[in-house]
């Protein structure tokens, strides 16, 4: 069973088009949340830790929020180049330090 | 430019041949991991290192090696034992933080496929 639940799978929306995705977490004791973006070929580029609930992130038109089961990705005036897959991982407390458990990804494309 | 590099991006293994993925990082991060992505499915975790000479099994260790003789080195072995490799293969680290997780940082990867 997925420990962290992305949704949707895939989203389609038009440039300009505001949006969230979803990072949801089954278990307890969370040690800190992280979204990351993933280009075709290329490896995960990060984007933003969050360690607890109410916490807060932005960059650009990227914003993520946190509260105690999950975690939105807030994408404001999409453009063409935010096109990506993004990936959510969380760190568990009792797990072992450094561990990420990753979800299976929301593949965003942004449409002109 | 600090980062985590990769090699070589593409890696075509034949029938019962071993296959070596390098991956080398100047971050001065003491934390290493390999992991594997295939589509559709989130990245698993094959091996980790947190301090030279010393590392452990993930979730889907079986088939693959790895040595961490180095602070800056983590190769990982894909050996005949893995039936199935194919697949997109991604090394990352992170600084040692007692207080709360860092984030890992990744390479570019190497997308590895049977003859």
């Known amino acids: 069973e997925d420990q962290v639940t992305q949704s949707p799978e895939a989203l389609r929306l038009q440039e300009g088009e505001s949006s969230s995705l979803n990072c949801s977490y089954t278990?307890?004791?969370?040690?800190?949340l992280f979204w990351y973006r993933q280009d075709p070929g290329k490896g995960p580029e990060f984007l933003f830790t969050?360690?607890?609930a109410g916490e807060e992130k932005e960059k650009e038109r990227l914003k993520a929020t946190l509260t105690k089961k999950e975690s939105f990705l807030h994408i404001t005036a999409p453009k063409p180049e935010d096109s990506a897959t993004y990936l959510c991982?969380?760190?568990?407390?009792?797990?072992?330090?450094?561990?990420?458990?990753f979800g299976r990804g929301t593949q965003l494309t942004v449409w002109p | 430019d600090g980062g985590i590099t990769q090699s070589p991006k593409y890696l075509f293994r034949k029938e019962g041949q071993n296959v070596t993925l390098s991956c080398e990082q100047n971050l001065n991060h003491d934390a290493m991991y390999w992991y594997r992505q295939d589509p559709g499915q989130g990245l698993r975790l094959i091996y980790y290192s947190q301090i030279v000479n010393d590392f452990q099994k993930g979730d889907i260790a079986e088939g693959y090696s790895v040595s961490r003789e180095k602070k800056e080195s983590f190769p990982l072995t894909v050996t005949s034992a893995q039936k199935n490799p194919t697949a997109f293969y991604l090394c990352?680290?992170?600084?040692?933080?007692?207080?709360?997780?860092?984030?890992?940082?990744f390479g570019d990867g190497t997308r590895l496929s049977i003859l």
């Open positions: 278990v307890s004791g969370l040690r800190g």
């Open positions: 991982a969380v760190a568990l407390s009792g797990s072992t330090l450094g561990r990420l458990y």
């Open positions: 990352a680290s992170s600084s040692s933080n007692r207080v709360g997780n860092q984030p890992q940082h």
């Open positions: 969050l360690y607890s």
